[in-house]
């Protein structure tokens, strides 16, 4: 039965390359695999063209939409919801909330697997996600591990070295500007920057 599935994590839990060997897991028995990922996060890139990669270096070339494309016309103009087709999709959370009823649409026709992150840098859930939560078929969490040892749940910013708490919810960055760390830690780091801006008011 097909189904709309979300699998999320922290950042550099492993979600690109889960994304990708579900891909290669799929073309393996014969399913024609449609990977899809929206145009804002242009960061890999190769012969000018968008591909998905993940941190370990698996990567495979996609077709990418912005907000304004009707995902059901687009997945149904490439495939027509053929018998062994999937829909897997990267960074899903970047998805309007229309998209994402969009996606669940498709998937009363083939299966959808929607990879990314719950929340944005200030902890709040990002648009995708949240409507994701709400209607998916299946919620799975790829759990990964702070520094300290715990699950890492934020997806803390930082610019020039200093944890960020303000600023525009999309800023397209890789570990130079984001860290997966535990909420224990993040309160931590937010104690220190608070700390830091007393003395630099004094």
């Known amino acids: 039965?097909?189904?709309?599935?979300?699998?999320?994590?922290?950042?550099?839990?492993?979600?690109?390359?889960?994304?990708?060997?579900?891909k290669f897991n799929y073309e393996q028995v014969g399913f024609d695999v449609f990977l899809i990922k929206p145009i804002i996060d242009t960061r890999d890139k190769e012969n000018n063209k968008i591909i998905v990669k993940s941190r370990i270096n698996l990567k495979s070339e996609c077709y990418t939409f912005d907000q304004n494309e009707n995902l059901y016309k687009f997945i149904f103009?490439?495939?027509q919801f053929k018998d062994k087709a999937?829909?897997?999709?990267?960074?899903?959370?970047?998805?309007?909330?229309?998209?994402?009823?969009?996606?669940?649409?498709?998937?009363?026709h083939i299966p959808v697997l929607c990879y990314g992150l719950l929340t944005n840098f200030k902890t709040e859930l990002f648009e995708g996600s949240k409507r994701l939560v709400e209607i998916a078929d299946s919620l799975m969490e790829i759990k990964s591990a702070c520094s300290c040892g715990r699950k890492a749940t934020v997806n803390a910013r930082f610019l020039n070295g200093k944890l960020c708490l303000d600023g525009d919810e999309i800023l397209i960055g890789g570990d130079e500007t984001y860290k997966a760390v535990c909420y224990k830690c993040y309160t931590d780091l937010k104690k220190e920057l608070s700390n830091e801006n007393k003395i630099a008011t004094t």
């Open 1 to 22: 039965m097909s189904k709309l599935y979300f699998k999320y994590g922290a950042m550099g839990s492993g979600k690109t390359a889960q994304a990708l060997m579900c």
């Open 77 to 79: 103009n490439y495939n």
């Open 86 to 108: 999937v829909v897997i999709v990267d960074e899903a959370h970047f998805c309007t909330k229309e998209q994402v009823n969009e996606l669940k649409e498709v998937s009363l």
